[in-house]
């Protein structure tokens, strides 16, 4: 079985128009948390056994929160199995694909859709300490960060990027942006946005490390 993403199933087919909205087609697998001018963020849920219908996505960034095991089946019929590894994250170029959860476990997942024609010319933050470096796009990288327990961003802070927040557990971390109710305690898989430009605070409240999937976007 090979542990590729599916990124190499979606990067030799072309996309195809009659393909549906996911969201449409299949709600009780696919719900938006965030939906704006650049992203729209679906958090997947697809029990062991259950399948969706043949649908589309554009160019996209998937993290899976659990492990699982999935087949998808093309437009053409084909069919391609991948295992999917919890916490890592994988480009996946605009496609269309019908999946279905052979494993025996819940397949959850986000996933980030990139909404814009073409990439942003965004100069993205280099890797540091405290990040490992996840997938790498012409739209966007993901990185896992640890938030240390001393992380502290001022108020007034920016980006020239955008930014989706990924949270991988329970927390005390404190995200406050202009124009949107402040955040003060995480759940895993809770996701915000940062707008580029926009200014904001963030700080590790609860006084230990803590783990997030960052998705900053060109």
């Known amino acids: 079985m090979k542990t590729l993403g599916f990124a190499m199933v979606l990067a030799a087919l072309p996309f195809v128009a009659a393909a549906q909205d996911p969201v449409k087609v299949d709600p009780g697998h696919y719900k938006v948390l965030i939906d704006n001018a650049t992203v729209r963020v679906l958090k997947v849920d697809v029990p062991a056994g259950e399948k969706s219908a043949m649908h589309s ?10 492990d699982g095991k999935a087949q998808f089946t093309m437009p053409d019929g084909k069919k391609e199995d991948r295992l999917l590894t919890k916490e890592t994250a994988v480009y996946t170029p605009a496609g269309a694909h019908s999946p279905n959860n052979v494993g025996t476990s819940k397949v959850e997942a986000i996933l980030v859709e990139f909404k814009t024609k073409a990439p942003g010319t965004a100069t993205l933050p280099p890797p540091g300490p405290g990040l490992q470096l996840l997938a ?19 108020p007034g802070t920016t ?22 109710p402040t955040v003060t305690q995480w759940h895993r898989g809770d996701v915000r946005f940062i707008p580029r430009g926009a200014k904001h605070e963030a700080m590790n409240t609860q006084g230990t490390p803590y783990d997030v999937i960052l998705v900053a976007i060109r």
Not at 57 to 66: G, R, T
Not at 136 to 154: I, W, Y
């Open 57 to 66: 996505h554009p160019d996209a960034l998937l993290v899976p929160l659990s």
């Open 136 to 154: 790498e796009s012409p739209r966007a990288v993901a990185v896992r960060r640890t938030v240390a327990a001393d992380f502290h961003e001022a």
């Open 159 to 180: 980006h020239e990027y955008d930014q989706v927040v990924i949270a991988l557990g329970p927390g005390g971390v404190k995200l406050a942006v202009d124009g949107q």
